[in-house]
Every structure is written in C-alpha cells, then in structure tokens.
T-cell receptor, first 114, second 114 residues
Framework: DSGVTQTPKHLITATGQRVTLRCSPRSGDLSVYWYQQSLDQGLQFLIQYYNGEERAKGNILERFSAQQFPDLHSELNLSSLELGDSALYFC?????????????FGQGTRLTVV | EDQVTQSPEALRLQEGESSSLNCSYTVSGLRGLFWYRQDPGKGPEFLFTLYSAGEEKEKERLKATLTKKESFLHITAPKPEDSATYLC???????????????FGKGTHLIIQP
C-alpha cells in the first residue's frame, strides 16, 4: 500500500458527460501529480500541484482541469468526455517540489466512456 | 523532447534464468531515472531512483545501473512473483512546463515461468 488513495476505483459514463476523480496523497506529501495510462500511449503526465498551486502541465487537454485543496487532496475534472478518454487515471504524490524525489502512485481510477 | 525507450517489449524467462531489461533515454539534463514495477490493474510501485552515471542500486533479485544514455534493470535468478511490467521514467533537470512530471517508457512485460 503506497498510502495514496484514489476514488472511485471504477467509473462508467456516457460520452459528453463530466466526471470528477479524487486523490488523497500520502500523509505529509505536498506535491500531487496526475497521469493517464492507455494501452497505446502508456503513462502520460497530465498536471502537477504543489501545496495548492499548479506547478507544471504536461499533455493535459483543455477539457480536463484539476485543483488541490487546502487539506491537500486533489480532484481531476474531465468534461465533454469522448470514447478516447477511456483509460486508467493515476494520482501520485511526493514530499518535495523539486530535486530528486520519488513519487508514489495510487491504485488508479479506471474510466470507461461508452 | 524527453524520450524513453524500453526493450524488449516483452520477455519470457524460466524461473532462475537471469536477464536484463534496457531503458534508453534522451533528456535535457537528467535529474533522476526511476524504475517502477506495475502489476495488472494496479498503480506503479516504486523500485529505484538513479541520479548519476555509474550509480547502481540493488533490491533483492533486482539491480539497476545507469550510464549517460541508458539504464539496465538486471534480474538475477527470478521467481514467478517477479512477473510484472517494469517501467522506466526520467525526470528532466529544467523547471516549468511539465518538467517536474516523469516521462515514462512503455515498459517491459516480464513473465517468469515456473
């Protein structure tokens, strides 16, 4: 158990809908990362937050957004969903903002868009 | 653009048959190279971080090494429970614009047969 908690574990929704994925980082970790994993693309970095503020953006679509709350949990919002958004979404957390640091991953949310 | 290429894509070994997995990378200033293990439907599990060429780290039957262009994950006398997908990732040395997120390879799917 990495200590990173993601909910829900599974989500099935229709095209055009909006969903929210939730992540609770390890105790004491200030940095949260979101990743998308699909069969053809592998693990892709989406976005990073540190202590409530957006720190870095990767391959995140404009239809997707995220935030980190004062209690450090984070939410990833996916809107106007398309079939191609079906994937595993992982949250990871780490203690440091920069420098050499390990990120620990949650068990993921499997999103299926039908 | 940071790139990570892992080979082979898949590897089937007999129990006790040692081998190595390769991770070749191109990055603008390497801050760290990470190895993760991922079981089906689970989140990546952290194994090692390597920071500079010549560094080596060991954990049970696994040993990771790093050169300026690639990293190897050596598996000695593997057991069936070592079956998993092994992921390599790099973190670039510059800041901003997604640099704090990891760039992953597509992984090596390892099967150890009893």
């Amino acid at each position: 158990d990495s200590g990173v908690t993601q909910t829900p574990k599974h989500l099935i929704t229709a095209t055009g809908q909006r969903v929210t994925l939730r992540c609770s980082p390890r105790s004491g970790d200030l940095s949260v990362y979101w990743y998308q994993q699909s069969l053809d693309q592998g693990l892709q970095f989406l976005i990073q937050y540190y202590n409530g503020e957006e720190r870095a953006k990767g391959n995140i679509l404009e239809r997707f957004s995220a935030q980190q709350f004062p209690d450090l949990h984070s939410e990833l919002n996916l809107s106007s969903l398309e079939l191609g958004d079906s994937a595993l979404y992982f949250c990871a957390s780490s203690v440091k903002l920069t420098g050499n640091t390990e990120a620990f991953f949650g068990q993921g949310t499997r999103l299926t868009v039908v | 653009e940071d790139q990570v290429t892992q080979s082979p894509e898949a590897l089937r070994l007999q129990e006790g048959e040692s081998s190595s997995l390769n991770c070749s990378y191109t990055v603008s200033g390497l801050r760290g190279l990470f190895w993760y293990r991922q079981d089906p439907g689970k989140g990546p599990e952290f194994l090692f971080t390597l920071y500079s060429a010549g560094e080596e780290k060991e954990k049970e039957r696994l040993k990771a090494t790093l050169t300026k262009k690639e990293s190897f994950l050596h598996i000695t006398a593997p057991k069936p429970e070592d079956s998993a997908t092994y992921l390599c990732a790099v973190q670039a040395g510059y800041s901003g614009g997604g640099a704090d997120g990891l760039t992953f390879g597509k992984g090596t799917h390892l099967i150890i047969q009893p």
